[in-house]
T-cell receptor
Framework: KQEVTQIPAALSVPEGENLVLNCSFT??????LQWFRQDPGKGLTSLLL?????REQTSGRLNASLDKSSGRSTLYIAASQPGDSATYLC??????????FGSGTQVVVTP | SAVISQKPSRDICQRGTSLTIQCQVD?????MFWYRQQPGQSLTLIAT?????????ESGFVIDKFPISRPNLTFSTLTVSNMSPEDSSIYLC?????????FGPGTRLTVL
């Protein structure tokens, strides 16, 4: 059974610092990995999708890497801003055809 | 990317009653998914809804408690039946496009 873990569970940084969020998964037979952002009490916003054949994806200040063999993905957010404060979730789509979510990292960026 | 809307956005209900949540997508999709997010928790898949067939439920979820309708390729409903305070959660629908999943804004349900 696939297990997805996100460390740390919570993170607080001053504005301007880079954020590094980690996601690990136990079964490397995945189709893709997706990073989401969730604001309190709201739905999920898709940030980046990395296909299993890719090593990384970039969008603006966001960069996500994928190392399938070691079961890890890292989301980097450069030059953090208070508006980046949210919970970040990773999810893997496996051969079982369903999305398996991690428990999330709650990020606070202080002005 | 698909644009998904949900109604209601939030509700407060009495125990023993039922609530139906609607999910509308701006394009035709084969599969729609319903998730539950309990307070402080991550997302758990309730069921997958295909148009024209019965929904497929995950372990721990049953049709009598969470009946789902999928009358066409752009719309689905999830009913939370005979509610108890343990059903207080955010309920989200999602769709898949090109292996990427998109989510609606969620329905925040509080059961008293």
């Amino acid at each position: 059974k696939q297990e997805v873990t996100q460390i740390p569970a919570a993170l607080s940084v001053p504005e301007g610092e880079n954020l590094v969020l980690n996601c690990s998964f136990t079964d490397s037979a995945i189709y893709n990995l997706q990073w989401f952002r969730q604001d309190p009490g709201k739905g999920l916003t898709s940030l980046l999708l990395i296909q299993s054949s890719q090593r990384e994806q970039t969008s603006g200040r966001l960069n996500a890497s994928l190392d399938k063999s070691s079961g890890r993905s890292t989301l980097y957010i450069a030059a953090s801003q208070p508006g980046d404060s949210a919970t970040y979730l990773c999810a893997v789509l496996g051969s079982w055809g369903k999305l398996q979510f991690g428990s999330g990292t709650q990020v606070v960026v202080t002005p | 990317s698909a644009v998904i809307s949900q109604k209601p956005s939030r509700d407060i209900c009495q125990r023993g009653t039922s609530l139906t949540i609607q999910c509308q997508v701006d394009s035709q999709v084969t599969m729609m998914f319903w998730y539950r997010q309990q307070p402080g928790q991550s997302l758990t898949l309730i069921a997958t809804a295909n148009q024209g067939s019965e929904a497929t439920y995950e372990s721990g979820f049953v049709i009598d408690k969470f009946p789902i309708s999928r009358p066409n390729l752009t719309f689905s409903t999830l009913t939370v039946s005979n509610m108890s305070p343990e059903d207080s959660s955010i309920y989200l629908c999602s769709v898949e496009e090109g292996n990427e999943q998109f989510f609606g804004p969620g329905t925040r349900l509080t059961v008293l």
